[in-house]
């Protein structure tokens, strides 16, 4: 029987245990994004907190409780728990740390823990400990008093609290927003496991991505099985690779690095993607996030407003695997009537003397019609913005812009790729205001070509593989 998870991320009625007021951060969030269920709060210390009575015991409620959070000293959760159970609670989350990761008093605590919920009638099931819990924007849900309450397509299982939390923030700055996201910590109980089966059926989750520190031993097969049936992208960034990283991971969460030749398994006979960062992680949930088309190839066009800048980044695309080919005699034929006479249409494409005119659609349309790429990526630095074109050369940034984005429009019309490459700037302003006017339209914005370029090549692998699998 599945585990109905409604009531953990769309709960009607909350308790805190260790409420207190210079400690609010489990507390504000439900204020933040107004929260319309029950909340109770659980303090041996505080009589109210921020206008909301506070209680001794969790029988001090007549309502039942759907979500408990944990934010007391150790040597108490095992009570807690115990109240919980009695209570009928469904779900607890442990936010408390010192258990298994720190020494065996705490692995003796957490193995009691496990005795008293799987006792029948089973139950509450747990999350963590040692963990941040669980941030659902459509359930007021929120470890991050700041988070947006803005919802999106992005599911999140991570075994880092700290990492999780970045990674809203890097989704929020960067144009994608969250569906669900799980910060598991140690796992005693519901594990990545649990959470992968119920983002693959949410039908508000189209993206999942994975931080993982470790398995246990025999979850290896069965993480294999459950990724083979998953129909939507599921991207894994897998910590503790190093030996120095499997002995972080074993004092952060306790857990043990699963073996590297596990991990290289999973991926070969699932469409599961690796990455090796969080900014990886991020462009890839970015890419997803912002188009549902799948390039069938590497070849990209690289269109670029400089060219020194062009040559240095064909060579980090050609080193990444990604192929920008020449263009066909027909093409350049074709282009030629578009650029002025002294220069010679190629791939890479250089448009200073192109770009400002409305000839630049004809650009876009002869690689939207052509079969020879899959992908556009466009470098546009953030000095296109700057004020002085409008003050010295009476040219609107706006003019420019608009013209990329509705060539945009026209390779999305044909079915392809279209991303945007915007270092980081001086002109800080101005490259917000380039990154909003493109993420408005649909198109992604990426620091560098490099990234652009390596998000197309993992979408590309990850449409060869679900053709291999069917």
């Given at each position: 029987m ?11 009625s909350?308790?805190?245990y260790?409420?207190k ?13 107004d ?8 303090s041996?210390t505080e009589?109210e ?7 001794k ?9 759907d ?9 108490y959760?095992l ?15 442990i936010?408390?740390?010192?258990f ?9 605590i ?6 008293v ?8 099931r ?10 659902s ?9 700041s988070?947006?309450?803005e ?16 990674f ?12 669900k996201?799980?910060?598991?910590g140690n ?5 990545i496991?649990?959470?992968l ?26 993480l ?14 897998k ?17 043990i ?7 290289n398994?999973?991926f070969?006979q699932?469409s ?14 970015l890419?997803?996030?912002y188009?549902?088309i799948?390039?069938?190839s ?12 062009s ?12 192929e920008?080919?020449q ?11 578009y650029?002025?006479?002294w220069?010679?249409p ?23 019609q ?5 992908s556009v ?31 945009g ?18 002109f ?15 198109f ?26 069917a």
């Amino acid at each position: 029987m599945e585990l109905d998870f409604s009531p953990l991320f769309y709960p009607k009625s909350v308790a805190v245990y260790g409420a207190k007021e210079k400690r609010a951060g489990y507390i504000t969030p439900f204020q933040e994004f107004d929260y319309q269920g029950k909340l109770f709060l659980i303090s041996d210390t505080e009589d109210e907190i921020f206008g909301l009575k506070c209680y001794k015991s969790i029988f001090d409620f007549p309502d039942p409780i759907d979500f408990v959070i944990i934010a007391i000293r150790r040597e108490y959760v095992l009570q807690a728990i115990k109240d919980c159970k009695t209570k009928g609670v469904k779900f607890v989350h442990i936010f408390t740390a010192g258990f298994s990761e720190k020494d065996s008093e705490g692995k003796e605590i957490e193995d009691k823990i496990l005795e008293v919920i799987n006792k029948e009638p089973r139950g509450p099931r747990i999350i963590g400990p040692n963990c941040m819990g669980l941030y659902s924007p459509e359930g007021k849900l929120s470890f991050g008093p700041s988070f947006s309450r803005e919802s999106g397509p992005v599911g999140v299982i991570s075994q880092s609290g700290a990492l999780a939390y970045r990674f809203v923030y890097d989704g929020m700055y960067r144009g994608f927003r969250f569906s669900k996201l799980i910060s598991l910590g140690n796992s005693i109980d519901l594990s990545i496991l649990d959470f992968l089966k119920y983002l693959n059926q949410d039908p508000k989750t189209k993206i999942i991505c994975i931080y993982s520190e470790g398995l246990p031993l025999n979850m290896g097969k069965s993480l294999l099985n459950i990724l083979k049936n998953v129909k939507k992208p599921v991207i894994i960034l897998k910590g503790g690779v190093s030996e120095v990283g499997k002995r972080a991971a074993k004092s952060h969460t306790g857990s043990i690095a699963s073996d590297l030749n596990v991990w290289n398994s999973i991926f070969k006979q699932t469409s599961a993607i690796p990455v090796d960062s969080l900014t990886e992680l991020a462009d890839l949930a970015l890419a997803f996030s912002y188009s549902d088309i799948l390039p069938t190839s590497k070849k990209i066009a690289l269109m670029s407003f400089s060219g020194g800048t062009s040559v240095v980044q064909s060579d980090l695309c050609s080193k990444l695997g990604i192929e920008i080919p020449q263009f066909t005699k027909q093409i350049r034929e074709e282009m030629r009537k578009y650029f002025p006479p002294w220069v010679e249409p190629q791939n890479p494409l250089d448009l200073p003397g192109t770009f400002r005119k409305p000839r630049m659609l004809d650009i876009y349309r002869s690689l939207a019609q052509s079969d020879f790429v899959d992908s556009v990526i466009i470098q546009a630095p953030a000095r296109l913005a700057d004020p002085y074109w409008l003050k010295i050369r009476q040219r609107n940034p706006n003019t420019v812009l608009k013209y990329l984005t509705d060539g945009g429009e026209i390779l999305r019309e044909h079915k392809k790729l279209y991303f945007v490459s915007c270092p980081p700037s001086y002109f800080y302003q101005q490259r917000e205001m380039i990154k909003e006017h493109f993420q408005t339209r649909g198109f992604p914005v990426f620091f560098s070509v490099y990234d652009a370029g390596r998000a197309i090549l993992k979408m590309n692998q990850y449409y060869l593989k679900q053709i291999k699998l069917a």
